[in-house]
């Protein structure tokens, strides 16, 4: 049909109909906007207004506590000497030295370094697991395998200390054995491991969606010219499989980087990082050196991350059409010696797995069931009961933090969800400046949580003035903005690779036929990637039950504390109760997250 034919035919419709095809034509644009208002307000303004305070002192503008953060060695380091005027060579040579200083800043990125390779070490066997063999259970398996992912960070460091802690289960097992206990709270390691413990199926999750994507007929073709297995691998599996990984450990590098609860309870201020510092700023009242700080850690993390989004925009490898390499038994009838090999050495995996993933989670359970005499008790969960019924109005009780948690989850939820899905939709599509609409959404993830947490404090709590008009907001409502931005950037990287992979002549034909963009959509596009859109749901859902950074700074002094919130409190206090807590805590998320993503299944991305 012809432009002149298709207007003549508008024309001849009803006035009201016209109206509304046009608006349903508009639709897109209108959420477009109206999500770029909400991120707008919610997240870039008070990011902004707290941030500009590095550079804003008094009214003036002037670069002077930035600069004073630069040139401090407790900050920098050996490097504080070049930002000093120092020459590049005399700070090389003071980096090179025995008694070399990192600082805060090298501290950070230090461990995070060490986390990355700690993650991807654990992650890459755990994809070879589930990439290449079959075995019942694999897919649930697959499944779980983001739960850690998603867990409270503060809830994974309280099985850590009943696992790794002076009197843990770790040391008990040992005593049993008779050997020598061993310390590992408040050091790097455990650090290092509890990061492992998040991010190492992040690894696994990704890697092995490339390596199931990887075509069967190329390997054929390479062993039918002649190439071994080994050599077919490194020319042509894992040239497929390495941007995955590297995708999975630039990822790592940034959540490690900008870590928070895991130092804070398991390093202390002795192994503190930038996020640590910036809290302790910003809780001394000191904002301008804590703005300044969190714009040096939002460089560095913003900067690793837009080149992460740069590789994997030039990585992405469609796998329709594929055919996956087929899986192998994990358990033959008859296996050969080689056979026998990978598998040893996966059996050997599977055992470090269980000590990294199942047994903090396993001693917290365990600990809130157990008294101080070994003795196997419900006094821990007594206590919270005994403290919801008798605790004075200023005391943190459990059910509060149970229902603020589900309450804030649903609706940041409802919030995170369109929002995910018109950002995943807008930057799947070709046009200019694509890439910097990407970098722009996906921001949250390299900015500090007490910064955004800080921003909504000062701005959308305390008010804001806007032509004689003041708008202010309650603190549950500042949280459930906090989490909805935190969890929408998840949204995006579960529904984006799916929108990527649709066969574009389906859509072609729907518009031809006279479909709106938003109904193309609606009625085409997003029931083709259900489950993506369920898995982000999923994802923004068990982030918010488990965000700790900004509620911590939303939630103090108010009753909208949430159970991460309720568990740092009993922590600080006793030990039992708050492994109470956590296996409350690990009920919810665990159920919210295994219920919600059954209902969409199996889908690619994050």
């Not at 008094?58 to 630069?70: Q, S």
């Not at 649709?502 to 036929?513: G, Q, T, V």
């Not at 596009?525 to 749901?537: F, K, Q, T």
Request: aromatic share 8%.
């Amino acid at each position: 049909m012809s432009d002149a034919s298709r207007g003549a035919v508008d024309s001849r419709r009803p006035l009201r109909e016209r109206v509304a095809g046009r608006l349903r034509g508009r639709l897109l644009t209108a959420l477009a906007v109206v999500t770029s208002a909400v991120l707008v307000a919610a997240f870039y303004y008070p990011v902004g207004t707290v941030l500009i305070e590095a550079v804003v002192v008094d009214g003036a503008p002037t670069l002077a506590v930035f600069a004073e953060v630069l040139r401090d060695p407790f900050y920098f380091g050996e490097f504080a000497r070049l930002f000093a005027g120092e020459s590049p060579l005399a700070v090389a040579r003071g980096l090179l030295s025995p008694d070399r200083r990192l600082g805060i800043v090298g501290f950070t990125a230090y461990q995070a370094a060490l986390s990355t390779v700690a993650s991807v070490a654990l992650g890459l066997p755990a994809a070879y697991l589930l990439a290449r063999f079959e075995f019942p259970g694999r897919r649930t398996l697959r499944s779980l395998t983001i739960v850690p992912f998603v867990l409270p960070s503060i809830m994974v460091a309280v099985g850590f200390v009943a696992t790794f802690g002076d009197n843990g289960t770790l040391n008990a097992v040992l005593g049993a054995l008779g050997l020598p206990p061993v310390d590992l709270l408040f050091t790097l390691e455990a650090v290092v491991i509890a990061h492992a413990f998040y991010n190492a199926p992040l690894v696994a999750r990704v890697t092995t969606a490339a390596w199931e994507s990887v075509d069967a007929s190329a390997v054929e073709t390479a062993r039918s010219l002649g190439a071994g297995p080994v050599r077919a691998f490194f020319d042509v599996v894992a040239p497929q499989v390495y941007p995955a990984v590297l995708t999975g450990a630039a990822l790592t590098f940034v959540f490690t980087f900008g870590t928070f609860p895991i130092v804070l309870a398991l390093g202390g201020f002795e192994l503190a990082t930038v996020e640590v510092f910036v809290y302790r700023l910003v809780r001394d009242l000191s904002y301008a050196e804590a703005a300044a700080l969190a714009i040096v850690e939002l460089v560095i993390s913003l900067g690793v991350l837009l080149a992460y989004l740069r590789y994997e925009a030039q990585n992405t490898v469609s796998s329709r059409g594929v055919r996956p390499l087929p899986r192998k038994a994990l358990l033959p009838d008859a296996p050969t010696a080689r056979e026998l090999l990978p598998r040893a050495g996966l059996a050997a995996f599977v055992a470090l797995a269980g000590l990294v993933f199942v047994a903090p989670i396993a001693s917290m359970v365990l600990a809130s069931v157990t008294g101080g005499d070994g003795a196997l008790t419900l006094a821990h969960y007594r206590f919270l009961i005994d403290r919801q019924q008798t605790g004075a109005a200023f005391q943190v009780r459990p059910w509060p933090a149970i229902r603020n948690s589900l309450t804030f989850a649903s609706a940041a939820t409802l919030l995170a969800l369109p929002m995910g899905v018109v950002v995943a939709v807008l930057t799947t599509r070709r046009y200019r400046g694509r890439k910097l609409v990407d970098a722009a959404a996906m921001a949250p993830l390299a900015v500090s949580g007490i910064i955004v947490g800080l921003g909504l404090l000062r701005g959308l709590v305390f008010g804001v003035e806007i032509a004689g008009w003041r708008f202010a907001a309650t603190g549950a409502v500042a949280i459930v903005v906090a989490h909805a931005v935190a969890g929408y950037p998840f949204v995006v990287r579960t529904v984006a690779p799916g929108l990527e992979g649709l066969d574009r002549s389906l859509i072609e034909s729907a518009r031809a036929l006279g479909a709106s963009r938003a109904r193309v959509i609606r009625d085409v596009e997003l029931p083709l990637v259900w489950p993506g859109v369920v898995a982000g749901a999923a994802f923004a859902f068990a982030i918010s039950i488990g965000e700790f950074t900004a509620t911590v700074v939303l939630a103090t002094g108010a009753d909208a504390y949430t159970m991460p919130v309720a568990i740092e409190r009993f922590i600080g206090r006793r030990l039992g109760p708050a492994t109470a807590m956590g296996v409350v805590l690990l009920v919810v998320t665990g159920l919210s997250f295994v219920v919600i993503e059954r209902l969409g299944g199996e889908t690619r991305g994050l």
